[in-house]
């Protein structure tokens, strides 16, 4: 009796030029701008792409759909689906997209040692081509603001004056003389304040008038998203050392920095809980402090236990529930507004 065929494993049956999953993954990690991925990529569009790093667009476009909620005036129209829409683009692909290619323009020397397999210390795509799309974002992000400023009949351009900050803020924090990121604290909190302040802002100011108790109030959320900042320096601690930076796991060290992260993240959003209580919105108030509890356990979980090697992880974990807090507080005053 002959023996059974020997199963095969699927990569055994696959065609010899089919990617394998670990090459996908790479690849899928290039296009977003992740850590953990290659050189090597050919085609000019998506090493633009990859300059943008698509991955950070997600939480300024979140933004303005709580900008959107705290307004307290969305309704579900097929115009104000597409004014958000618009104002996502401006916030995440434009606005971010600029952001981050400044960022890394003026990153070149360190993440030739960080990340050597970056478009720009690779050497897959050229500085002046590089500057080109600096400026191409930039322009188009002014002109669709000031589109929106128009579209939403604003008298003052409100949305227009929020990019130009941001643009200007993105500028000091990547650029000498001030590049703001070479001190923990500023650097960090500039980067908070860009992720939840400025697209909350524009979405509130898109739908609604935007006011100085919702500025203040989204700045004092962004002491929280200075946590989240401050994860994103421990993939360059190394660099980050050797160049004279001086981010926070560099002056304090790991854990030190580490207890920082998520000390930030959870006594801001505290905060925020009792000043929803302060305006009667307690049921809200309640939900944010549930939200909260996750985000304990999982850094507990993962990182405290390494922040070097989990970053990625934690972020993946916890994050989710830090945005879907900044929602139910949107929500929370767009409903005392009403």
Request: charged letters at 10%; hydrophobic letters at 50%; one cysteine or more.
């Amino acid at each position: 009796m002959s023996n059974p065929p020997t199963p095969q494993s699927p990569t055994e049956n696959a065609p010899e030029n089919a990617p394998q999953p670990e090459a996908r993954g790479a690849k899928a990690r290039q296009l977003l701008g992740m850590k953990g991925a290659e050189a090597g990529e050919q085609n000019i569009w998506k090493i633009r792409l990859q300059l943008m790093k698509p991955i950070t667009w997600i939480p300024l476009i979140w933004g303005v759909v709580c900008g959107a909620a705290s307004s307290g005036s969305y309704t579900w129209t097929l115009e104000n689906v597409l004014m958000a829409a618009a104002c996502m683009l401006l916030s995440g692909p434009l606005m971010t997209g600029y952001t981050q290619t400044l960022n890394d323009f003026y990153d070149r020397e360190i993440d030739a040692i960080n990340e050597p397999y970056r478009p720009i210390p690779s050497g897959a795509i050229s500085v002046p081509q590089v500057v080109t799309q600096i400026l191409v974002l930039l322009i188009a992000g002014f002109a669709l603001a000031y589109g929106l400023d128009v579209w939403a009949q604003n008298e003052f351009p409100t949305i227009t004056t929020v990019a130009v900050v941001g643009a200007f803020l993105a500028y000091i924090y990547s650029a000498p003389p001030l590049k703001l990121k070479q001190n923990g604290w500023l650097g960090n909190y500039a980067l908070g304040a860009s992720y939840i302040t400025l697209p909350w802002c524009a979405g509130h100011a898109l739908f609604g008038e935007l006011n100085i108790t919702i500025v203040v109030l989204t700045m004092f959320y962004s002491l929280a998203g200075l946590g989240i900042a401050i994860v994103n320096d421990f993939k360059s601690v190394e660099g980050d050392r050797q160049l004279g930076l001086k981010s926070l796991p560099v002056m304090f060290g790991i854990m030190p920095a580490a207890w920082i992260c998520v000390l930030s993240i959870d006594i801001f959003q505290t905060g925020i809980a009792a000043y929803l209580v302060s305006i009667h919105q307690n049921l809200y108030a309640v939900l944010l402090m549930l939200l909260v509890i996750p985000q304990i356990t999982f850094q507990d979980m993962y990182f405290m236990r390494n922040p070097l090697e989990n970053d990625v992880k934690y972020q993946a974990s916890a994050q989710p529930f830090l945005v879907l807090g900044m929602l139910v507080t949107g929500l929370a005053i767009g409903q005392a507004a009403i």
